[in-house]
């Protein structure tokens, strides 16, 4: 008696999503005839035709529907039952704690999270997002594992020395403006093109580095302050100043603003750095790989 077998089901699920037992075959990296065999036992099983053949390629019968639904459920339930075995196997399971500063955790952070993530699935990452004086006091203390941090011009002289550290991007500075700036337009602009902006700049709690206007500008006119990015990106798209931004945070630059670069030889910049304790675990390491494979597409970006 024929019975369903999953390599049948696989090319029948194949040849419904392709309309043709030649692409089946081409996409499966089965010979013509293979496909053929395993579709006639598959209707052999189901008591009936599964396709119609056509000039045009192939249509399922009410029969065949049935089965690929099925099919697609089965098929479904077997890739997650494999994703979950392999979370048993590796050893890269449990809880990841990274932290990172806002800027970073835009876009950075959360493409390394994916992508540690998609190799390891029973690895867990959560992310804590705070000041680089917080993330450091939560990383000597074992709250963190991972910590990602800003350093450089403007920024207090952080004690790093027991630490691991590794740099990740060494970023340009750039400043964002309402699309219907008179600016939008420009691929670079001045220090002096700035001197009469109202900026928009950051807020925080007292002794918390924040993003202030231009750095190198005397006597910049603020007009508003906002604790977080979205907040202050909105406050630019509304018309109401420009605020600055690290390229590193591009990607997840909103619609109604645009970025400008600033030509400025004062402004000696910034650097992310990627920061663990002296003997980090096999877990902190990969998302340290992560996080610098990542890192590295930004920049080619």
């Known amino acids: 008696m024929a019975e369903f077998t999953l390599a049948g089901l696989r090319v029948i699920h194949q040849v419904a999503a392709s309309g043709s037992f030649t692409r089946a ?3 499966l990296g089965y010979t013509q005839s293979a496909v053929s065999r395993q579709v006639a036992a598959m209707e052999a099983a189901a008591g009936g035709p599964v396709f119609e053949r056509g000039h045009r390629g192939v249509a399922l019968t009410p029969a ?27 050893r890269l399971a449990g809880r990841l704690a990274v932290g990172s500063y806002p800027t970073a955790a835009m876009a950075l952070v959360p ?37 990602v941090i800003g350093v450089g011009h403007g920024l207090p002289d952080y004690d790093l020395g027991e630490l691991r550290q590794a740099a990740l991007l060494r970023g340009e500075l750039l400043v964002v403006v309402p699309d219907t700036h008179r600016f939008a337009d420009q691929d670079r602009v001045t220090v002096a093109d700035l001197a009469h902006e109202q900026w928009i700049v950051g807020d925080g709690a007292a002794g918390e580095p924040q993003f202030g206007a ?32 690290p390229d590193l945070a591009l990607p997840a630059l ?18 992310t750095v990627v920061v663990t304790r002296p003997r980090p675990s096999a877990q902190a390491e990969a998302m340290v790989t992560a996080l610098r494979e990542q890192a590295a597409s930004l920049r080619t970006a």
């Open 254 to 271: 909103p619609a109604g603003v645009r970025a400008v670069a600033v030509t400025d030889g004062h402004w000696p910049g910034r650097a």
């Open 214 to 245: 231009w750095p190198t500008l005397t006597d910049p006119r603020i007009a508003h302050t906002a604790r977080g990015w979205p907040t202050r990106l909105g406050l630019v798209a509304a018309g109401l100043g420009l605020t600055v931004l």
């Open 111 to 147: 493409r390394a999270m994916a992508q540690v993530t998609s190799g390891h699935p029973g690895l867990a990452v959560v992310l804590e997002e705070a000041s680089t004086p917080a993330l450091l006091r939560r990383l000597r203390t074992g709250r963190l594992d991972v910590a």
């Open 25 to 27: 075959a081409e996409t």
């Open 64 to 90: 065949g529907q049935v089965l690929v639904r099925r099919a697609t459920e089965i098929l479904a339930d077997l890739a997650a039952t494999e994703l979950e075995l392999a979370g048993l196997r590796d």
